[in-house]
């Protein structure tokens, strides 16, 4: 969700709940919601069929179980989760310049630690937990133009007062400087908002 003033919130929460409790509430809370991202990915088909998991959080067998149980996916750890970006960098690398042949042989390359299967027993549980955390969710900040990236521009020329300005160029452009035009009246000069 692309929505900056987003806060979070436990609700149902009683004096008998403990920390275990809501330490767990966050692990699965962040499982929801990357089930609620992969479905999202579903439906534009790029729907996984496995999950490879990387980072100081694959530690956990814990949080790699519920990611299973509450996406309904396998997930991999790969071996040395704290070195997965310089390693996927070296091989990136290593295509590059030939030493290996395609990117394909990457993957033989990384090694899995660890996999976990999802419960199936659990499955409804997490079913209904879901809905509800869709449910309780804002729903999206519709933007005027979601199709379109605003990109703030600054002009650093000779020394000059930078002038800042905003405009819309496609999602993934490239910075351009220059003088707002014509002068926008709200900020004397700097665009604040696309026209």
């Given at each position: 969700?692309?929505?900056?003033?987003?806060?979070?919130?436990?609700?149902?929460?009683?004096?008998?709940?403990?920390?275990?409790?809501?330490?767990?509430?966050?692990?699965?809370?962040?499982?929801?919601?990357?089930?609620?991202?992969?479905?999202?990915?579903?439906?534009?088909?790029?729907?996984?069929?496995?999950?490879?998991?990387?980072?100081?959080?694959?530690?956990?067998?814990?949080?790699?179980?519920?990611?299973?149980?509450?996406?309904?996916?396998?997930?991999?750890?790969?071996?040395?989760?704290?070195?997965?970006?310089?390693?996927?960098?070296?091989?990136?690398?290593?295509?590059?310049?030939?030493?290996?042949?395609s990117v394909s042989q990457v993957a033989t390359l990384t090694g899995v630690s660890a996999t976990f299967h999802p419960d199936r027993s659990v499955a409804a549980v997490h079913d209904r937990a879901h809905v509800a955390f869709v449910l309780c969710s804002p729903p999206p900040v519709v933007t005027p133009r979601p199709w379109r990236a605003v990109v703030a521009e600054v002009s650093l020329a000779r020394g000059r007062r930078p002038t800042v300005r905003r405009s819309t160029i496609p999602a993934i452009g490239r910075l351009r400087i220059g003088r707002c035009r014509p002068p926008c009246r709200r900020s004397r000069g700097a665009c604040s908002w696309p026209r």
């Open positions: 969700m692309n929505d900056t003033s987003l806060r979070g919130a436990m609700l149902g929460l009683s004096l008998e709940h403990t920390r275990a409790h809501i330490a767990r509430a966050v692990l699965e809370g962040v499982a929801h919601n990357l089930r609620w991202l992969l479905e999202v990915m579903g439906s534009h088909g790029m729907a996984p069929t496995r999950l490879r998991v990387i980072g100081g959080g694959v530690r956990s067998d814990l949080w790699m179980q519920i990611i299973a149980d509450v996406t309904g996916l396998i997930v991999d750890t790969v071996d040395h989760p704290q070195y997965a970006g310089a390693r996927g960098a070296a091989l990136l690398a290593a295509v590059g310049t030939g030493a290996l042949g």
